[in-house]
């Protein structure tokens, strides 16, 4: 089965740098890659996601991109704010399969 | 349109108990999904049901089980509640099976068994 590595666990950056999260895949079929925040009292929610067949999509502030060869996908975000701060849990899915997810980071952002 | 919603939102049991767990999904949504969060373990992979039927299955003993109603709302079962089974747990719906699917989450359900 697909198997999701997510680096790192905990995360620090100064208000206006930039944050990059890194996973990997194992599975070759997988072929939609979805990013979660999760916040407290908020639950889950998706901000990004990015299928097989593009290497990279923007959303605002917040960027993915995929490398197919390489099996990795990464989250970008450009000029952090305190409200960036949660836990941010990729995931990898085959089409109509289970996903599988990372093991989260936690991103603080210091103002 | 509102979100996934789960019940109830935090619960405490003992060992040996047992617990239900309910997801209302988004409606229109008819695939839902459960999740276990564990610190360190992220998010785990109970089961989906897409239509009343159990389609994906995760590795978790016979302990853990779930259904799906008609009205696509589910639940979520765990019978002789041990320490280890502390978690948060999350459902997540979406339109429907296949490549297009976008999953939206839950609040999820704190469980705490003491």
């Known amino acids: 089965g697909e198997n999701v590595e997510q680096h790192p666990s905990t995360l620090s950056v100064q208000e206006g740098d930039s944050a990059v999260i890194k996973c990997t895949y194992s599975d070759s079929a997988s072929n939609y890659f979805p990013w979660y925040k999760q916040e407290l009292g908020k639950g889950s929610q998706l901000i990004i996601d990015i299928r097989s067949n593009v290497g990279e999509k923007k959303d605002q502030r917040i960027a993915v991109t995929l490398n197919k060869t390489a099996k990795h996908f990464s989250l970008h975000i450009t000029e952090t704010q305190p409200e960036d701060s949660a836990v941010y849990f990729c995931?990898?899915?085959?089409?109509?399969?289970?996903?599988?997810f990372g093991t989260g980071t936690s991103l603080t952002v210091i103002p | 349109k509102a979100g996934v919603t789960q019940t109830p939102r935090y619960l405490i049991k003992t060992r040996g108990q047992q617990v239900t767990l309910s997801c209302s999904p988004i409606?229109?949504?008819?695939?839902v999904s459960w999740y276990q969060q564990t610190p360190g373990q992220g998010l785990q992979f109970l089961f989906e049901?897409?239509?009343?039927?159990?389609?994906n299955k995760g590795n978790f003993p016979g302990r853990f089980s779930g259904r799906q109603f008609s009205n696509s709302r589910s639940e979520m079962n765990v019978s002789t509640l041990e320490l280890g089974d502390s978690a948060l747990y999350l459902c997540?719906?979406?339109?429907?099976?296949?490549?297009?699917?976008?999953?939206?989450f839950g609040p999820g359900t704190r469980l705490t068994v003491l």
């Open positions: 409606s229109g949504h008819r695939s």
């Open positions: 997540a719906s979406s339109l429907a099976r296949g490549p297009t699917d976008t999953q939206y």
């Open positions: 995931a990898a899915s085959e089409p109509g399969n289970q996903f599988y």
């Open positions: 049901y897409f239509s009343e039927t159990q389609r």
